[in-house]
């Protein structure tokens, strides 16, 4: 198969390295730029290590262009959410994969923070057969659902997570509108498209919340 080249949703080259920016490979917005100036560094900023930009990069996006999600992003997504790891590898997981766009609007109906879905092109919904992963297949599909996100932001996508389980009227819901036997529960939806906004990238670690050896 023939795999689109990898778009990324920011350019890491040329950007100039300062005390709040080390490398330099991070682009900041103006305000932001103004906010970690004022700030005492190193009070809460923690660098971000250049080689983990991909897990920085990846910021929930909530606003689409037009254009849809070929095939081949949508297999190497599923590729990706497969990849994740899960409790005595049970691998819980079945994905329902959405595009059509009277489904899509009906999913952002009875999802309440779900109405970015009016917009996006594709939706996966993440969900999990308990009976292969009984004790764990929450967090089975957690780890599915994050690496869905991860590669859809490698692959230039943007994505979101919508939280269903353990909303009853949620998993309701999702169960109706995308025939989900009674037996299978659902994780997650992410709403994906191409991306109209760039957060961008960043960690939220904070000193105090680190405890070494001991708490
Ligand atoms: C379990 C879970 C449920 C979430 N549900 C929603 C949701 O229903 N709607 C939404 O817009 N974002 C949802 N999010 C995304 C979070 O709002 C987002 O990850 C968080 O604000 C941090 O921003 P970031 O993803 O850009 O780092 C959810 C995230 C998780 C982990």
Not at 175 to 202: D, F, K, N
Request: hydrophobic residues 40%; charged residues 25%; proline residues 8%.
């Amino acid at each position: 198969m023939n795999r689109p080249a990898v778009r990324r949703l920011f350019s890491f080259d040329n950007l100039p390295s300062t005390i709040d920016n080390p490398g330099g490979w991070w682009p900041l917005s103006p305000q932001s730029q103004i906010r970690n100036r004022e700030s005492q560094f190193p009070k809460e900023v923690v660098a971000m290590d250049p080689r983990l930009r991909s897990i920085f990069a990846r910021r929930s996006v909530r606003k689409y262009t037009d254009q849809k999600v070929t095939d081949a992003d949508v297999q190497a997504l599923l590729e990706a959410g497969a990849a994740a790891p899960s409790a005595n590898n049970s691998k819980p997981w079945h994905f329902v994969v959405v595009a059509e766009r009277k489904t899509l609007d009906k999913m952002a109906d009875l999802l309440p923070y779900g109405k970015m879905l009016y917009q996006a092109p594709l939706a996966i919904a993440v969900c999990a057969d308990p009976s292969l992963s009984p004790k764990y297949w929450q967090q089975d599909c957690a780890a599915s659902t994050e690496n869905i996100l991860l590669a859809a932001s490698e692959l230039g996508l943007g994505a979101v997570w919508l939280g269903i389980y353990p909303r009853e009227e949620r998993l309701a819901g999702c169960r109706e509108l995308l025939g989900i036997p009674a037996i299978i529960e659902t994780l997650s939806v992410i709403a994906v498209g191409h991306p109209a906004e760039r957060p961008e990238p960043r960690t939220q670690l904070e000193v105090a919340r680190v405890h070494r050896e001991r708490w």
